[in-house]
């Protein structure tokens, strides 16, 4: 194998023409992530739902960079964790034991996303959680959950899974105490676009509060009918960033189209 390059079977034309969608899908938002600089070698996965088999999933090979990822490298992974198709890949016992979890509990969730983003990190050490200092931060007014650090969630042991799961409840935002974020949705677009504004409303807390000055955060009520403007907190809640999405493929299109393959 050449140094620099992974030898990767396509399997286009080899699985259902859905989950081949799915595939590209995926790829594009590892390939997105990379772009937006929230790749961590190769750490971190992302997960997908397999349209029309619900008990299977994708996800990278363990040692694979979000930057290296195509549609033909995805795992194909049940929910009992078993592959669904030979691969000269493995995953890690993290990927099963986090993103599995939560597909397994929330039928609702097609989507996963967990990061160690700078922004992300620090966020998560902060006593006072998230903070509704911008219109970003508003978005999720009663939507974040919280769950305490407790190691590295490897091997067989999923004891820390299932308390993972319990902390989520109904939302789609977890932040992990010391250690990350995790992001859910119904659809990619849906994921990527609550991390995306996760990731501002991060990034502008942990720079208001470097700069020492007394911040001001809005009143409850008005965090709360800024939180209800957004289509998924309203009653009947619609998936959403399916715009942003679709702007965000042809992005990855024009950068680099390889995800593709």
Same mark, same amino acid.
């Given at each position: 194998?050449?140094? !620099?390059?992974?030898? $990767?079977? /396509?399997?286009?034309? #080899?699985?259902?023409?859905?989950?081949?969608?799915?595939?590209?899908?995926?790829?594009?938002?590892?390939?997105? @992530?990379?772009?937006?600089?929230?790749?961590? %070698?190769?750490?971190?996965?992302?997960?997908?739902? $397999?349209?029309?088999?619900?008990?299977?999933?994708?996800?990278?090979?363990?040692?694979?960079?979000?930057?290296?990822?195509?549609?033909?490298?995805?795992?194909?992974?049940?929910?009992?964790?078993? #592959?669904?198709?030979?691969?000269?890949?493995? #995953?890690?016992?993290?990927?099963?034991? %986090?993103?599995? /979890?939560?597909?397994?509990?929330?039928?609702?969730?097609?989507?996963?996303?967990?990061?160690?983003?700078?922004?992300?990190?620090?966020?998560?050490? &902060?006593?006072?959680?998230?903070?509704?200092?911008?219109?970003?931060?508003?978005?999720?007014?009663?939507?974040?959950?919280?769950?305490?650090?407790?190691?590295?969630?490897?091997?067989?042991?999923?004891?820390?899974?299932?308390?993972?799961? #319990?902390?989520?409840?109904?939302?789609?935002?977890?932040?992990?105490?010391?250690?990350?974020?995790?992001?859910?949705?119904?659809?990619?677009?849906?994921?990527?676009?609550?991390?995306?504004?996760?990731?501002?409303?991060?990034?502008?807390?942990?720079? @208001?509060?470097?700069?020492?000055?007394?911040?001001?955060?809005?009143?409850?009520?008005?965090? +709360?009918?800024?939180?209800?403007?957004?289509?998924?907190?309203?009653?009947?809640? +619609?998936?959403?960033? !399916?715009?942003?999405?679709?702007?965000?493929?042809? +992005? &990855?299109?024009?950068?680099?189209?390889?995800?593709?393959?």
């Amino acid at each position: 194998m050449p140094l !620099g390059r992974l030898d $990767v079977p /396509s399997m286009k034309g #080899k699985v259902p023409d859905v989950e081949w969608a799915a595939r590209e899908d995926l790829a594009a938002l590892y390939r997105a @992530a990379a772009h937006a600089g929230w790749q961590d %070698i190769t750490l971190n996965h992302f997960t997908l739902r $397999v349209p029309g088999a619900p008990d299977r999933f994708l996800i990278k090979p363990t040692e694979m960079m979000f930057e290296e990822v195509t549609a033909s490298s995805l795992l194909c992974i049940t929910l009992k964790d078993e #592959k669904v198709y030979p691969s000269p890949f493995d #995953k890690s016992p993290a990927s099963f034991n %986090i993103h599995g /979890s939560i597909l397994i509990a929330r039928p609702d969730i097609n989507c996963t996303m967990h990061l160690h983003t700078n922004a992300g990190a620090a966020l998560s050490t &902060m006593a006072s959680g998230l903070e509704f200092l911008s219109q970003y931060a508003m978005r999720f007014w009663g939507k974040v959950s919280y769950h305490d650090y407790e190691g590295l969630v490897h091997g067989d042991d999923r004891a820390e899974c299932e308390t993972m799961v #319990k902390n989520l409840g109904r939302n789609f935002v977890l932040i992990m105490t010391n250690h990350g974020t995790m992001v859910c949705g119904r659809s990619v677009g849906e994921a990527f676009l609550f991390n995306h504004f996760l990731e501002r409303a991060a990034e502008i807390q942990m720079q @208001a509060h470097a700069s020492g000055r007394k911040l001001t955060e809005p009143a409850p009520e008005v965090c +709360q009918a800024i939180a209800q403007g957004w289509a998924e907190n309203r009653p009947n809640s +619609q998936v959403v960033g !399916g715009r942003d999405w679709e702007a965000v493929r042809r +992005q &990855m299109d024009r950068l680099d189209p390889s995800y593709r393959e």
